[in-house]
């Protein structure tokens, strides 16, 4: 920062009063009250101390010739200030780091002293004087980022100090004011908005204390005053209508300025001499040479026949409470930024083409805001996003807490009709709608997807971020791994696969003894059981925690948990279509001692630990449920999970990134979370809760956050009702039911489609017969969603084939069905604006009376909740138990899982079992062919008859399309 400007050896000349007064004031914010006996939740900085101020002077505590120092009056007011701000945060207590190279204890005594006065927490770090610029800097900066650290004072403020050092600290939490942001902000008379520098505040304060009259139109000499002090004492004193002058001490013409001031701040530490002669009988000095804060401690420069013009008053120790001061508006600040904010949306214009080019064309011809833009727009802090380039970025936890109190906005869930080869476009409504609601009609929204798994999308059915104008941005790195989320639970589940052979092999090789002194080890000659280990001890009934004193059968009962092996349910997982990993055999080679077994592979998002991550809570809760997984039972048929293989605390580690969800675009520049994509069938097919619950806290009590359930509402709706909503307690506020004319067609009787071959004339011209037959499966997706009291509206994704007259149609029968409301949409071809109406439809439907209830209720036996589901929403007879699921319900039962909630496992294709029985299958009996549990999801998942776990890749998968260009390194194909 150049300071040539503001030393020029002139008289500056002050801003007219006339023209101060002119100007326009700065506004408070809003406040709850007139009053200022407790600290208003909207009250500005500026607007809590000057009532505070005021205050101050009423009571005769302040203002020139009131008794007591201005230490001690500013000390008052800090301390009120702070009293004022634990009464609505009784639990906040400031924190100020002093960091200090060397040992140097100048003025430490007087800083804790004053904090400790008026209640502030002081950390003192001492670094080594050895240690280099980029060291001192390093250290800086870790203490500028603990949110624990409200200030940062460097202590003593040696001329060893650069501007780099000086910079480190982050400006909002510079209480010495040196920072070049907040010094710029001085200098552009932005008072309120930086931090002042204490000593210049200090000197300030003391030149009006002792001036007789207001120091508006007087002259200041600032004499050996430099660097950031000369800078905001210029600035400081021109506020109050002062003219300065900056000169050093070897100046020629010294005596002349000096017999023209009316005030003299001295900054040198260097003694001189000044004739009495040369000063004006009522002149006014301030010394700040011994400047604490600064590390300045030499002898008082006086100019022969003066003496210190405010008796009793330093301006050290007047400075360092002035430094405790900025930490205490510093707090209030950072309290005000935790609050809620109104967002400050700017969306990005859509200009769409026809005919529709290709989605990845479409997404590289929008340029997307950088995400820490979007973050700041939608009200998140700085420390509360970690960027992953430039356009996607991890959103922390520590959000939840912060806007605890904030009210929930509406909550709108995606559904559609049964899925055709067709495609319903769920995701693109997704986004379509949030689109409209924000970009359009200037509604706060907040898509929340899951994220696509590569197995598809080199598979068959390539990405998953929406399609045409409504998609998510930039689309390849939405489908490309986005920030490793299933990287990191691959890594996890197959952790614990390797942690089972391998407890099976160790404990099938060696005695009891030997596997004791493995797992318990001597160390320094000492053995110590590991927390986890305790925790087996206590599941055991084993109090002791010594291990030297545990007996023999003891010790067995706690180093083998003899598993069975023909009830290992954990498999390996990889993401990707690979079919010869369906089946294989683990053990092969000769290290392995000849234990060797059959086993498979899932694919990645068919872990438990995807529905796990899909369905948490936090971290603690995600660690729970990790523990809680069941991996197989023991011999005696007792579960073993991954708490007693001790394997939880190194799951959870390589998933405590992978908690936290992606924060991301839409193509019109509106906010999109994208966190888990667990399976629809094997699993409840549904984002994360966690995304859910921090979007509906941004949005605000008005606004709208709209998820989509997989597959139809038979199977992601009822999901996300009977087991979402119970591990989140979030109760919906409308469904979006998606359907398109083409998909009901199919489901009215018309021809089979082939992949790749041109769709027949029944799918392209008008068949008013076949819409109706097939709105019959619309009908039934609409009973489904009333069953649980929750207000319907129908979404039809128009296609150009579409006539009107099929459009009206559908909409009709929607309509009779019992929705609220049915409405086209072209979001495809036109974005948000294609979807206003049905935006408005959904506000309207969120505004109608919810009766939201559950399917079933969870204390009823395992069975009888899987005949509720077969009968209510698929529309089944009756059910049908294999032997093997009868024995597994009586299992889980005895066991203690039968209260969960049921996740079925059925094809997608069909409401039956069935996957060629479009339309609406009645008179059918269901068939459970076998019964396995999530438990550390929370779900008992029944197979309705044969499901496939690991896709296969087809005869011409996606990736013969997929290429990268290795001049510009885009990706063509992807879509």
Known sequence: MRLSALRRLVWRAAVPAARRAGKKKRQPLPSRGESCSALPARRGICGTWGCL????????????????????????????????????????????????????????????????????????????????????????????????????????????????????????????????????????????????????????????????????????????????????????????????????????????????????????????????????????????????????????????????????????????????????????????????????????????????????????????????????????????????????????????????????????????????????GKSTVTVGLVQALTAHLKVNSFACLRQPSQGPTFGVKGGAAGGGYAQVIPMEEFNLHLTGDIHAITAANNLLAAAIDARILHENTQSDKALYNRLVPLVHGERKFSPIQIARLKRLGITKMDPETLTADEVSRFVRLDIDESTITWQRVVDTNDRFLRKITIGQASTEKGFSRQTKFDIAVASEIMAILALTSSLSDMRERLGKIVVANDKKGQPVTAEDLGVTGALSVLMKDAIKPTLMQTLEGTPVFVHAGPFANIAHGNSSVLADKIALKLVGKDGFVVTEAGFGADIGMEKFFNIKCRASGLVPSVVVLVATVRALKMHGGGPSVTAGAPLKKEYTEENLKLVSDGCSNLRKQVEIAQLFGVPVVVALNVFRTDSSAEIDLVCEIAKQ???????????????????????????????QQNHFKFLYDLELPIVEKIRIIAQKIYGAKDIELSPTAESQINRYSQQGFGNLPICMAKTHLSLSHMPEKKGVPTGFILPISDVRASIGAGFIYPLVGTMSTMPGLPTRPCFYDIDLDPETEQVKGLF
Request: glycine share 8%.
């Open 53 to 424: 101020e005021k205050q101050q002077v009423a009571s005769g505590a302040g203002g020139r010739g009131a008794p007591g120092t201005a230490t001690r009056e500013v000390i008052e007011i800090s301390r009120k200030a702070l009293s004022l701000l634990q009464r609505e945060h009784p639990t906040f207590k400031p924190t100020l780091s002093v960091v200090q190279v060397g040992n140097d204890d100048l003025g430490q005594e007087t800083i804790r002293k004053v904090a400790e006065e008026i209640g502030l927490n002081i950390v003192r770090i001492c670094l080594p004087h050895g240690y280099s610029e980029n060291e001192i800097v390093e250290e800086i900066t870790k203490v500028s980022l603990d949110p624990k650290i409200h200030g940062v004072l460097l202590h003593p403020m040696k001329e060893s100090y650069t501007s780099k050092i000086l910079n480190a600290v982050k400006p909002e939490k510079d209480v010495n004011g040196v920072t070049d942001f907040n010094l710029a902000r001085l200098v552009h008379g932005d008072v309120h908005e930086c931090v002042v520098p204490p000593v210049a505040s200090a000197v300030v304060k003391l030149l009006e204390k002792s001036a007789s009259t207001p120091l508006d139109g007087k002259k200041a000499l600032l004499l050996g005053v430099q660097g950031p002090l000369e800078v905001s004492l210029q600035c400081l004193l021109q506020q109050k209508g002062v003219l300065t002058v900056s000169c050093p001490l070897e100046m020629k013409q010294l005596q002349s300025v000096i017999h023209d001031a009316d005030m003299v701040v001295m900054g040198s530490t260097r003694p001189k001499e000044i004739p009495a002669t040369w000063l004006k009988p009522e002149i006014t000095i301030v010394d700040c040479s011994r400047d604490i804060l600064w590390g300045q401690n030499s002898s008082v420069v006086q100019p022969a026949g003066h003496s210190d013009q405010i008796p009793g008053e330093t301006t050290g120790e007047l400075a360092v409470a002035m430094c405790m001061q900025n930490l205490v508006k510093i707090s209030e600040r950072w309290i005000q930024a935790q609050r809620y904010k109104k967002w400050n949306l700017h969306c990005l214009k859509l200009q769409p083409l026809s005919p529709v080019p290709s989605d990845i064309e479409i997404s590289r011809e929008q340029s997307p805001k950088a995400v820490d833009v979007l973050a700041r727009e939608i009200g998140l802090l700085p420390d509360e996003i970690e960027m992953y380039g430039q356009t996607k970025a991890k959103v922390r936890l520590s959000l939840l807490e912060r806007l605890k109190d904030q009210p929930d906005g509406n909550y709108v869930l995606v559904a559609g009709i049964t899925p055709t080869p067709l495609g319903e």
């Open 817 to 847: 069905s019992g929705a609220s409301d049915a409405v086209p949409s072209s979001h495809w071809s036109d974005g948000g604006r294609g979807a206003v109406e049905l935006a408005e439809a959904v506000r309207r439907a969120a505004k």
